[in-house]
Structures are given as structure tokens and as C-alpha cells.
């Protein structure tokens, strides 16, 4: 799914889903210090339709602090692959770990060796020399989580050991970055009115999931930015390629299909997250960073004149019920949980049980 570069937001919301362990400042909130150096960058308050959210840090239900930051992350096999990982037990994560006798496995998937446009080349091939934590060209080689070291020439993951150093499917060395476009609505009966659960009492919301084709997950829609492309653009894009078919329209039927996108678009939104991702195709020398923006129709109308129709990566798309219950690709399960948080909707049946499983979405309408 797409490629690129992610463009400024009003407000930013800088923590990382998978730890409990939280530092404080005066009103933001952070989690593994990786982020400690974007502290000063964060601001804590609403403009317009701008948001922030203050809780975000509390959107983990991780109670090691080192454990969890590579959970997918050190899954084997690598996707799309036979290719085992190195084993990385929890307690050698971390790079400030000695481990002399670690010994990752090398792997480039050859459909990101063939040369495609949106890949770099190999480390030390003639006429590349990337600029690591800088803007290179057009392609967005800074970190949001700030500034990464460089060994041999390769960049190093900076939340830690993942079991295979190479690229794998990632395209770029170091971060490879992402747009999320997270679309909401309230769930409403056959007269229009809202639907609350019966046990929270709180109001439910829905969300645009689709299936993945490459892992048969289901996820918000996205994917990369392409290199120069803005975020707000990515976005849209993204969303429109695998929610609405919108490659496949042309004519008067691709112009109603903008009308009504810039129409969703322009509506109540706030950045949910935006830094590292425990994804299962990080590697030691490329990871996933992505920025999830949630859009909000509270009327519902905009999406009424948007028929789901999946697209490019999406092999099915369809609105789905947001509960404790989901079970979604990556960390996109910690993305949906606070925008639940943040809209006040319903979460879970049982608060004190709000972090727990996860199940699959159903292929029934």
C-alpha cells in the first residue's frame, strides 16, 4: 500500500502503543523514551478542528516495559516468506543489551531487489548515498521518533533487535512512512437514531476496516506516502483507492467520487497517532512509522453518498461494530481504542477488562 512522506499537523500526538511504562510532563504524556526528544514538539490543548489526544499514552495494556515493543515485530515467518527470524527473547530487545553472540538473518524479498521506483537501492550500491535522519530529495528519511544511529552504513531500528537485518518487503532503509485515514460514524437504527449498547450504555461507532490481500487481516485503510506527497493527500488517497475502488472509476463517476471525498475530508478530525509501529515487516535496518488521522461523520450523510466498494491492496471492505472485541493488523487496534476513547463511545462491556483479547471480524454483513 502506498509510499512517502508525512506533512505537518496542527496538533500532534507523539507516544508509542506498546508499553505501559509512561513519563509526564506538565500536560503531555509519553511512553518509551524514544519519543523523550519530541517532548518539546507536543502541545496539549484543541484548536478548531484540530485535536489532541491527551490519553493516548494510557491506550497500552502492556505491563513489561521492554517485552512488548517487538511483538510483531519478531513474528517468524516473515510475511510473505519460509524465512525464520533470529530468536530475540524480551530481555535482549533493547540495543543497550549486550549480545555479542547475536546473529540475525539477512533478508531483502527480491521483489524490492528487482528495483522498483519505490525502493532504494542495496547499502553500497554505485550513485546511492542516502541521507539518514534528513530529508533526501524527496524521500522522508527522518524518524518520528527522532534521530536514529547509523551503523556500517545501515540504519538501526531505534526501538530494537526484530531477528533479521536486510529490508524484507520494506522499500527504504530506515523508516518507511505510512498514512492511516481512520473513517467513523455512529451506529443508528432503521429511524436514524443512535445505537448504545446495553451494557456500556455508551454510544457505538463504527469504522472502515478492510481485508488485507497480502496477510488476510483486517485494518484501517492505508499505506505509504509517496516521496513528496503530503499527508492530508496521502490520506485521501489511500482511503479512496481501497475503500471506494476509485482507480477503477472515470468520467462523471471519478468527479462525484472527489466531490463527496472532499466533502469527508473537510469534516471533524484529530491526528490519533503518529511514530513507530510494531509491524510484522520491521527489520533491524527498515521499519514501519505511520501518522492515523480519524475522520468523523457525525451525521452520517457524507458516507451514505460513498458506497464501500474494495480496491488495490483491499480484497473486502465493510463498516464494522468498534468493541474490545477487534482483532486488527499491526497496532491498529490501539489506533481504533482511542478514537473510541475520544468520541466517548463504546469500548468494552467491562472496564476493568478494556485491554483484553481481541477477536476476528466476521465475514457476514
Known amino acids: 500500500m502506498a509510499r512517502g512522506l508525512l506533512a ?31 517532548r518539546n514538539q507536543a502541545i496539549c490543548s ?63 524479498a527480491r521483489s524490492v531487489l528487482a528495483g522498483p521506483q519505490w525502493a532504494d ?23 518520528l521518533s527522532g534521530v536514529y544511529t547509523v551503523e556500517n552504513g545501515r540504519p538501526r531500528n531505534p526501538v530494537g533487535r526484530t531477528g533479521i537485518v536486510g529490508r524484507g ?17 455512529w451506529k443508528r437504527d432503521s429511524g436514524g437514531h443512535k445505537v448504545a449498547h446495553p451494557s456500556s450504555g455508551k454510544n457505538i461507532l463504527q469504522f472502515i476496516a478492510i481485508k488485507r490481500k497480502d496477510c488476510g487481516e ?22 479512496a483507492e481501497e475503500a471506494l475502488n476509485s482507480l477503477q472509476k472515470s468520467g462523471a ?18 491526528v490519533v497517532y503518529k511514530g513507530y509501529v510494531d509491524d510484522p515487516r520491521n ?12 475522520y468523523h461523520d457525525e451525521s452520517g450523510e457524507t458516507m451514505d453518498n460513498l ?23 499491526a497496532s491498529h487496534t490501539d489506533f481504533v481504542r482511542m478514537v473510541a476513547e475520544k468520541r466517548e463511545a463504546h469500548w468494552s462491556e467491562r472496564p476493568d477488562l478494556g485491554c483484553r483479547g481481541g477477536a476476528e471480524i466476521k465475514e457476514c454483513t
Open 169 to 185: 518487503l520494506l522499500g527504504r532503509w530506515g523508516p518507511n512512512h505510512a498514512a492511516d485515514p481512520l473513517i467513523t460514524r
Open 121 to 143: 537501492p542495496e547499502i553500497g550500491d554505485k550513485n546511492f548515498s542516502p541521507k539518514f535522519n534528513e530529508k533526501d530529495g524527496q524521500v522522508e528519511r527522518r524518524s
Open 307 to 329: 458506497p464501500l466498494e474494495a480496491g488495490d491492496d483491499a480484497g473486502k471492505v465493510k463498516w464494522v461494530d468498534i468493541s474490545e472485541k477487534l482483532k486488527l493488523y
Open 46 to 108: 484543541h484548536s478548531g478542528r484540530h485535536w489532541f489526544h491527551r490519553n493516548a499514552a494510557r491506550m497500552s495494556c502492556y505491563k513489561h516495559p521492554r517485552g512488548n515493543l517487538h511483538n510483531k515485530a519478531r513474528t517468524s515467518p516473515y510475511p510473505g516468506s519460509k524465512v525464520e527470524r533470529s530468536e530475540v527473547p524480551n530481555n535482549k530487545v533493547d540495543w543497550l543489551t549486550a549480545w555479542e553472540d547475536y546473529s540475525p538473518v539477512e533478508y531483502t
Open 218 to 239: 483486517w485494518a484501517i485503510p492505508g499505506g505509504m506516502v509517496d516521496p513528496g506527497e503530503k499527508l492530508s493527500a496521502a490520506l485521501k488517497r489511500e482511503f
Open 283 to 294: 527489520t533491524d535496518n527498515a521499519w514501519m512509522e505511520t501518522e492515523a488521522v480519524n
Open 253 to 270: 463517476d471519478k468527479e462525484e467520487l472527489e466531490k463527496q471525498l472532499n466533502r469527508l475530508f473537510s469534516q471533524d478530525h484529530f
Open 8 to 38: 505537518q499537523v496542527t496538533i500532534v500526538s507523539l507516544t508509542v502503543t506498546f508499553s505501559a511504562v509512561t513519563a509526564q510532563s506538565s500536560c503531555c504524556r509519553f511512553l518509551h523514551p524514544l519519543f523523550q526528544s519530541a
